[in-house]
């Protein structure tokens, strides 16, 4: 729509549909009937191509054997750096700066090992509270490794509210003491997007490096790294570049620091035309790919090659286009139906600082999330009472947004939660 005015009718949910230029990528996904999914923040839907390109990859195992290695459509020798090609435009960088290997927080492991270069009087990591806690267990333990103590050298900026993180107490932090910084592009809890290019500018003039974890950013936002100059990145790719559960993460290394030698070495990390020497010289590539440590996963990766053809093909600034529309469509039904239910809003409002997810906070968040599910709505629980609600660009529609908000309605007017224990799941 050229303009939005928002009305809180199915009408109007069905008019921001027909207007919808990604609608037609709705077919393209396993959508399962009488079920709105909106947990694409934590794990993305299969599409038919990442189904198809994961058969394919399978083909290419049973006809070819090892000859996959250098055969077929997407030689696995060179898939984690085709696959890097294919992301790079994702995170504004070239090719050869981003690679598709190992996990997340293997990665991170990586970095860290590789990045943070401890010397009297600059040996500490500066974090924040509010990250995903797999990050502060690697630099705990990056921390021990260098036999200083996570508890007087990993400083954890505080969040004024319990909910967002300002910039101004980030760089405030950012003394002559810290050694490197790791930092969330977007927080998982809240959603809040951070200042990249500023914090980058800032830990740079104070001689720091900075990286971030793009888990949450990644495949919904749009990210200038080269532009903004940020030393190194970190991602999953099974949330918004539904890759499949436990696919194969992908980091950046921006080009500058293309000579220095990964902290944790390993063969896949060899220039592709030495690899096979088994030299026990260690003959590092001159791009990200120095940063692989192991055999790529293969079949972990295929399902990326369908995924990032559609990424490709949209674009990620039309993602992030309906993206904000959704959320914003999301966030004013909310306002318009629910607000008298003691809900409040835990994700800034702000098109700049909103990630791809709203939060809604209530006392018995826990309860509704399960009440949600019995009404067909997949959402999100995080302590202590954030219901996370994620609507995707390439399979979320607009009437599906107006109906998840009649289901909290019918959930909150008849009180249904409290058939349920307010207590999360296993997985919430």
Known sequence: MDTYHFQPTKEFAGKLDQCDALAIYRKEFYLTPGTIYMDGNSLGLLSKRAEKSLLNSLEDWKRYGIEGWTEGDNPWFYFSERLGELSAPLVGASGDEVIMSGSTTGNLHQLVATFFEPKEGRNKILA?????????????????????????????VKSRDGKLLMEDDIIAAMSEEVALVVLPTVLYRSGQILDMKRLTK?????????????????????????????????WCNYKHLNGGPGSVAGLYVNRKHFDKRPGLTGWFGSKKDEQFDMKHSFSKADSAGAFQIGTPHILSMAPL??????????????????????????????????MEYGFSFGNPRDDFRRGAHIILEHPEAARICKALKNEGVIPDYREPDMIRLAPVSLYTSYQEVWETVQALKKIMQGKLYESYENIRGIIA
Do not use: N
């Not at 797999?134 to 400083?155: N, W």
């Not at 093909?313 to 318009?336: A, C, H, N, P, W």
């Open 305 to 338: 090659v369908g995924s990032l053809e559609m990424f490709a093909e949209v674009g990620i600034e039309q993602i992030r286009t309906k993206s904000l529309l959704l959320t914003q469509y999301f966030m004013d039904l909310i306002d318009s139906e629910l």
């Open 202 to 234: 800032e830990a740079h003039t104070r001689g720091i490096i900075i990286g971030f974890d793009g888990c949450h950013s990644v495949g919904a936002v749009p990210h200038q790294f080269d532009e903004w100059e940020v030393d190194f990145a970190f």
């Open 128 to 156: 924040d509270e509010l990250t995903f806690p797999s990050d502060i267990y690697a630099l705990q333990s990056q921390l021990l490794l260098h036999g200083l103590d996570p508890e007087t050298h990993l400083v954890q």
